[in-house]
């Protein structure tokens, strides 16, 4: 399951909340609330996964008395108690198939650090980074740069702007480990066995593929010019990674681009790009976020 298809479904579970926890809306506005979210998630699930038994027509019924007298439209008669079992059924829905996404919890707490982050004011930057390098540098590796930036008790030689791109850099590798979590397999599942998953229905015209193609060519441009002025690698280093994400623009480009070359291939640049400094961390990682959202 991607990283969006478990925005969708989180989206969805708090909009029932908002809409049933709204004491504002009764009647015909909680209906018509309740009916129209409904579509949005039977249009987004597969239809295993779509909520059943929602018996919106039990909930109103037409008020003969008024309607006769209206020169209007029909008018309705609305049952509260049969739109909150509606409700009911479409959060439990939503909520038993969150329950079954592998790693969900931890996946809520890395979406929240990355929230966070990306929120801090320029006075909190280095206190974010030494919090979300002491509690991921288990799992996830950060250069030498970010780690001597993040020491609590030394003063960091590079200048007070530089915490931005050092902090950026650190959201970066949080979104990749994201993406990899998102996508992960429980690891006690068997290769025959079912695995719960929902496919977010997609329609793409041709606009919209020829607007993914015109992204990640503009995302690979500025990414190569980037690369020009990192002052860590030497030219043939600069040619090899000029030359591999040349090679993802042309998978794109020839449409035989197949999701998981494309991945080996990203997955191939990042273990390049570990060793080679915060820098050429903060060139590339923001064209490979970009080519993985959009490949999805």
């Known amino acids: 399951m991607t990283e969006k298809q478990i925005e969708i479904l989180i989206d969805f ?39 059943v038994g929602l018996m919106f027509a039990q909930a109103r019924e037409i008020d003969l008395t008024k309607t006769l007298y209206s020169s209007t439209k029909t008018q309705y008669i609305y049952n509260d108690s049969e739109l909150d079992r509606c409700a009911d059924v479409m959060l439990a829905t939503i909520d038993g198939i969150i329950a079954k996404i592998p790693n969900y919890e931890h996946i809520c707490q890395v979406r929240a650090d990355i929230k966070r982050a990306k929120s801090a004011p320029a006075k909190k930057r280095k206190e974010i980074v030494v919090e979300l390098v002491s509690k ?12 001597d930036f993040a020491k609590p008790d030394e003063p960091f030689s590079l200048k007070e702007d530089q915490s931005y791109p050092i902090l950026q850099g650190v959201i970066g590798r949080l979104e990749l480990y994201l993406g990899s979590l998102s996508m992960d397999k429980p690891k006690s599942v068997k290769s025959t066995a079912k695995t719960t998953n929902i496919n977010v229905t997609q329609t793409q015209n041709n606009s919209q593929v020829q607007n993914v193609a015109t992204d990640i060519n503009v995302s690979i441009q500025n990414c190569l010019k980037d690369l020009d002025d990192c002052e860590t690698l030497s030219e043939q280093e600069l040619e090899d990674i000029k030359a591999q994400l040349g090679e993802i623009k042309q998978l794109l480009a020839d449409k035989r681009g ?20 915060t820098d050429v961390m903060i060139a590339v990682l923001p064209t490979l976020i970009t080519t993985l959202n959009l490949i999805k």
Not at 136 to 147: A, E, M, N, R
């Open 136 to 147: 991921y540098s288990g799992i996830i590796k950060f250069d030498k740069t970010v780690l």
């Open 13 to 51: 579970q708090k909009a029932i909340i908002g809409i049933k926890g709204n004491k504002a809306l009764i009647q015909e506005d909680y209906y018509n609330a309740l009916v129209n979210l409904n579509s949005k998630i039977q249009s987004a699930l597969r239809d295993e996964y779509k909520p």
């Open 258 to 277: 197949k999701k998981k070359t494309i991945k080996e291939k990203i997955s191939s640049i990042l273990k390049w790009v570990a060793d080679k400094g």
